[in-house]
C-alpha cells in the first residue's frame, strides 16, 4: 500500500503535483535554481537499470524522491488487464481502419482530410440548397450527359421562379438533339439546327419564333431527364437530407466550397457529389440519371440573364394587373368589333405534340360564322381541310403534295362531309375565335403585359378565363388570339385584321 506522500513547505514557487501512475512524486516548477544530482541519486538510477528496487529517500527538505517504493507488484490480475486493453485497442483500431477504406474516394483532385459523415451545419445546407436556387431565381448552366462519343453538351440558363430552362444542345452525341431547347416542368419544345457548330454556345438571349416543336420527354434520360434535373433544383421547401457524407474541401470558380456527397431530390443516384459553398449555393454537381448516363452540371452563379419563353410557352411573362377603365372598354366592344370586320385571314401554329406540328392558313368569317382552312401536319406531311362551325368541325383529307392555302370555291366533298364536335386544340382555338363574335369575355381578365408585332404594332395582351388571351390594339382591333392546352403550350391564331375574309369564307357563308 502506498504512503501518502507529503507536501512540501515551500514558498509560493513550488507547487503540488500529484503523482503519476507507476511513477514517484514529481517537483513543481520554480524559479529555484535545478539541484546537481546527488551520489545517492545516480546509485537510485544504477539501481533501477539493474533491476534493483530502491529506497526511497527523503531530502532534508522533506520532499520525497522518486525511487519506486511506492508502486504496487506487477501481479497477474494487472497483466491481463493490460493484455484486454491492447485486444480492444486493436480492434478499435483495424475498425476504423476498415471503415476508412470503404469511405476513401482515390484520385480526388484537391482532397484533404477524410471522408466523414456531415455535420449538422453541412446537413442545414444541402437541405436549403433548393431554396437558395429558387431565391436567386436564375443562374448559367453547363450541362454534360455522357462521356466520350457519346456526350452531350447544353450551354444556356435555367430560371427557377418561372420555371423555365433555355439551352443550346450540342456535342458528339447530340445527334437529332442539336438545336435550342426551351422547357418548363410541363413542356418540351425544341428548335432542330442539324447544320449547327458541334461545340455549343450560349443561345441568343432573343430566341427565334419560329420552327419550334412539342418533343415528348422520354421519362429517365436524353432532355427530359436534364430538363426535370435542371428544373427541380429550385424548389421552395427544404429537404433535409437521410444521410450524407463530407468529401473534401474545394474551389468552385474562385469560391470555397465543401465537396458533400447527399441525395438530392431531382436526381435518381441516391450518392451525387455536391460542391455547395458556406451560402448553401450549389456551384457543380456529379451524379448519374436515372438510366444509369453519368451527368455534370456546372452553375455560373453571376450569369443571371432574363430568360424570353417564346411564345408557345406563353411568351415574356410582364407585371400582370387588372385592366383600366380603358383596356376593360376595349375588351367588351370586342364582340362588335370583330363583326364589324366580318372576317380576316388567319395563319395558325399549333404545337400540338411530336407527331402533330400543326400550320394552318385559311380564313375565319364571324358573319357565317364559319372558319375554313388547310392544314399541314408537320413530321408526317398529313394535309387536310378542315371547316369549322361552332360546335361543329368537318375534315377531308388532301395529296399531301397539294397547296398550302385552301382552293376556292369549298370542296363539295368538305361541305357535305360528316361534322362531329371539336377534336383536337386547334379546332377549339377555332371554336372560341368564332365564339368570341357573340358575347364579350365573361369573368374577371387579367391584363399580362405590352407588347409588339413585328416591331410595329403596339398590343396589350389580355388574359380571360377559359385560358385564352387576345391581342388587342390600342385601338380595339385584334391581331392575335391565343389557347392554352393541356400540357401548359399555348397555340395561337393569327389575324390579319382589316382584310377582308375571301372567297373561301363566302362560300362558307353560302354553304350554311
Do not use: C
Amino acid at each position: 500500500m502506498s504512503r501518502p506522500h507529503r507536501l512540501s513547505a515551500r514558498g509560493d514557487g513550488d507547487q503540488a503535483v500529484p503523482r503519476e501512475p507507476g511513477r514517484g512524486h514529481r517537483r513543481g516548477r520554480t524559479s529555484t535554481p535545478t539541484r546537481p544530482a546527488t551520489v545517492a541519486g545516480r546509485r537510485r538510477r544504477a539501481g533501477l537499470l539493474a533491476g534493483r528496487r530502491s529506497t526511497l529517500t527523503t531530502r532534508p527538505d522533506g520532499d520525497p524522491e522518486l525511487d519506486g517504493t511506492d508502486d504496487p507488484p506487477d501481479g497477474p490480475d494487472r497483466r491481463r488487464i493490460a493484455l484486454a486493453a491492447l485486444v480492444a485497442a486493436a480492434a478499435i483500431s483495424a475498425a476504423t481502419l476498415v471503415a476508412g477504406l470503404l469511405t476513401w474516394i482515390p484520385g480526388r483532385t484537391g482532397e484533404t482530410g477524410t471522408a466523414r459523415p456531415l455535420t449538422a451545419a453541412e446537413a442545414d445546407r444541402v437541405a436549403a440548397l433548393r431554396v437558395t436556387n429558387l431565391r436567386d431565381v436564375r443562374a448559367g448552366v453547363r450541362v454534360t450527359v455522357g462521356a466520350g462519343t457519346a456526350r452531350t453538351e447544353l450551354v444556356g440558363w435555367v430560371d427557377w421562379a418561372r420555371p423555365l430552362a433555355y439551352l443550346d444542345v450540342g456535342g458528339p452525341g447530340a445527334g437529332g438533339d442539336r438545336g435550342l431547347v426551351q422547357a418548363t416542368a410541363s413542356a418540351l419544345l425544341v428548335r432542330p439546327d442539324p447544320g449547327a457548330l458541334p461545340t455549343p454556345a450560349r443561345p441568343p438571349l432573343v430566341p427565334p419564333a419560329d420552327r419550334w416543336r412539342m418533343r415528348s420527354p422520354a421519362g429517365g434520360h436524353g432532355l427530359g431527364a436534364v430538363r426535370d434535373l435542371l428544373i427541380g433544383l429550385g424548389a421552395d421547401r427544404v429537404d433535409p437530407p437521410a444521410e450524407g457524407r463530407w468529401l473534401r474541401g474545394d474551389r468552385a470558380g474562385g469560391v470555397p466550397v465543401d465537396v458533400l456527397q447527399a441525395p438530392l431530390a431531382p436526381l435518381g443516384d441516391p450518392r451525387p457529389a455536391l460542391w455547395v459553398d458556406a451560402d448553401a449555393r450549389l456551384h457543380r454537381l456529379t451524379g448519374r440519371l436515372a438510366d444509369g448516363t453519368p451527368v455534370t452540371v456546372d452553375l455560373t452563379r453571376a450569369d443571371r440573364a432574363t430568360v424570353h419563353p417564346v411564345d408557345a410557352l406563353g411568351g415574356r411573362a410582364g407585371q400582370p394587373r387588372a385592366p383600366t377603365d380603358d383596356e376593360a372598354a376595349r375588351l367588351a366592344a370586342l364582340p362588335a368589333r370583330l363583326r364589324a370586320l366580318g372576317g380576316a385571314p388567319v395563319a395558325v401554329d399549333a404545337p400540338l405534340a411530336p407527331s402533330a406540328n400543326l400550320r394552318a392558313t385559311g380564313t375565319v368569317n364571324w358573319a357565317s360564322p364559319s372558319a375554313y382552312l388547310a392544314v399541314i401536319e408537320e413530321g408526317s406531311g398529313r394535309r387536310t381541310l378542315r371547316w369549322v362551325r361552332p360546335g361543329r368541325v368537318a375534315e377531308v383529307q388532301r395529296s399531301p403534295d397539294g397547296p398550302a392555302t385552301p382552293p376556292a370555291p369549298v370542296p363539295a366533298a368538305l361541305l357535305a362531309a360528316p361534322a362531329g364536335p371539336p377534336g383536337d386544340d386547334l379546332d377549339r382555338l377555332l371554336d372560341a375565335a368564332l365564339r368570341a363574335a357573340r358575347r364579350a369575355p365573361a369573368g374577371d381578365a387579367v391584363r399580362v403585359r405590352e407588347d409588339r408585332l413585328g416591331d410595329r404594332t403596339t398590343v396589350d395582351v389580355f388574359e380571360v378565363p377559359g385560358g385564352r388571351r387576345w391581342w388587342l390594339d390600342r385601338g380595339g382591333l385584334p391581331h392575335r388570339l391565343e389557347l392554352r392546352t393541356g400540357p401548359g403550350v399555348w397555340i395561337r391564331l393569327d389575324l390579319t385584321a382589316g382584310r377582308a375574309a375571301g372567297s373561301g369564307g363566302s362560300a362558307a357563308s353560302t354553304a350554311r
